[in-house]
């Protein structure tokens, strides 16, 4: 009786983890960025985010490979990875949460619903919880993410020079546009 | 029972919870197993495309112009009477432009001499790691050279094409890491007309350079032009170019200074018509200054 409770709640316990595993992929995301301050604007667009959903549970995980933000200007990409980012030795920003209220969504009904994502998202090494509202948008069977958030340089230990306060906004602003 | 049953549903719920916790980072691991390995270039082996005189393996990109103004002041040891020789200048006016990631051009006057050159960089090798490891770049520099000075030889023909020197570079580079990259760039010059018979027209030099990050933003660079001695005919006269270098870069600019005993801003210059001499402190301060600015559009 006993044996039999325990491998119960074993299997239990297995089979709800690996359960209704459908999985929402995406390699060509679009995850841009902008910095406003008073000397320039800065913008540059990433098309390689790679990120992955279970739709049982809202699990989301996203990885942008930091080298491929693309600048108008090339030498401020360089500065970007180079004085900045730090790509070569931390090549990847990621995030991993959940979308909260995903199965909420009527995913056979078009529409626009609104919903939060909560997880970690690591940039430049340092990891941070965050929480930020989004949109999921249903059209056809497909799922369209959207979501538009601030990060604090300096929640992530990126440093700007007291000479270029002005050219670098501590804020930065930044947009995501999964399509699955 | 009651307490095993507690028991086991307490383990059977941390093994859920932790197959939970364990999830996070499988996404991860799956992503990274379905998304393509990437390449990921060595960027900023040099700060601009010339170490000190001589190029680096450093190119526009595309679509970005590079304006260069350079100078090189007199001799430092005539004293304070030339002001330390900055109250001589050699110029040297620039304008450089990325076609593609692979191939930049550049068109330039130099007062030495009064010349005018136009060279094209080629960037065959790019130093990279992920999907392709690649241990060094390579840039290939192929430079024409026009002397513009008035004919000095009345015993000869006033041709055009005696006016004419090429150059030609093989660049390897490689950034070891953050702060360190080493350069060996051998040069063929190649002279239509020399001044006197000793000289040859073919002349054939090493180059070395290195650069050392002392910040994030500046570095200190040495740069060195042996010419090969076969070809050295004029011992007493002519020595290897020598120079340290300090780079200071902001936004879009590149400031670098030299110490130099070389005037020469143009390869056929500075690697074959150097004459000051380390030892007697025949030496020149001058300054790079780069400027780039982007002409293409942004993609969305």
Request: glycine residues 6%; proline residues 2%; aromatic residues 12%.
């Amino acid at each position: 009786m006993k044996n039999k409770l325990i491998i119960l709640i074993f299997i239990f316990g297995l089979f709800s983890a690996l359960s209704a595993q459908t999985r929402l992929i995406t390699k060509t995301g679009h995850v841009w960025f902008y910095s406003h301050a008073p000397i320039e604007d800065i913008e540059a667009h990433s098309h390689q985010v790679a990120a992955i959903i279970l739709t049982a549970k809202g699990t989301i995980a996203v990885m942008i490979p930091v080298m491929s933000f693309e600048f108008k200007k090339t030498l401020m990409q360089e500065h970007f990875n180079e004085n900045y980012m730090q790509s070569a030795k931390y090549p990847k920003a990621t995030f991993t949460g959940g979308i909260n209220n995903l199965s909420e969504i009527n995913v056979s009904r078009n529409g626009i619903y609104k919903t939060t994502v909560e997880g970690d998202l690591t940039i430049h090494n340092v990891t941070n919880h965050v929480k930020v509202a989004g949109t999921v948008e249903v059209k056809d069977g497909k799922y369209f993410i959207k979501t538009k958030f601030k990060v604090l340089l300096k929640d992530y230990n990126i440093v700007v020079e007291s000479r270029f306060v002005n050219n670098i906004s501590p804020t930065i602003d930044i947009n995501v546009d999964l399509d699955f | 029972m009651g307490f095993q049953l507690k028991l086991t549903c307490l383990l059977g719920f941390c093994f859920f919870s932790l197959v939970i916790q364990a999830q996070d980072a499988n996404l991860l691991n799956t992503l990274d197993s379905i998304t393509p390995q990437s390449v990921q270039y060595a960027y900023g082996t040099f700060k601009s495309t010339r170490v000190i005189n001589g190029h680096s393996n450093e190119r526009m990109p595309e679509g970005q112009l590079d304006v260069r103004i350079e100078h090189r002041f007199g001799l430092i040891n005539q004293g304070y009477y030339n002001f330390f020789g900055l109250d001589e200048s050699n110029t040297f006016l620039s304008l450089e432009y990325g076609i593609k990631d692979w191939v930049m051009v550049g068109i330039n006057r130099a007062s030495v001499d009064k010349t005018v050159s136009g060279f094209t960089k080629f960037s065959i090798l790019r130093q990279s790691t992920g999907a392709i490891e690649m241990p060094v770049s390579l840039s290939v520099l192929l430079e024409s050279n026009v002397e513009g000075n008035k004919w000095q030889y009345p015993d000869r023909n006033n041709l055009f094409s005696s006016r004419i020197a090429y150059a030609s570079q093989v660049i390897i580079a490689r950034k070891i890491n953050e702060n360190l990259s080493l350069q060996f760039s051998p040069i063929w010059i190649h002279r239509n007309l020399v001044h006197a018979v000793i000289d040859k027209n073919d002349m054939f030099a090493l180059g070395f350079a290195t650069r050392y990050k002392t910040s994030r933003r500046t570095s200190f660079n040495i740069e060195y032009y042996p010419v090969n001695s076969q070809s050295w005919d004029h011992q007493n006269t002519y020595r290897n170019s020598f120079s340290l270098g300090y780079d200071i870069e902001t936004g879009g600019h590149v400031f670098q200074f030299m110490i130099s005993n070389t005037t020469g801003m143009t390869e056929k210059a500075f690697v074959t018509e150097t004459t000051g001499k380390w030892m007697n402190g025949d030496l020149h301060i001058g300054f790079n200054i780069s400027r780039v600015f982007s002409l293409k559009k942004q993609k969305q």
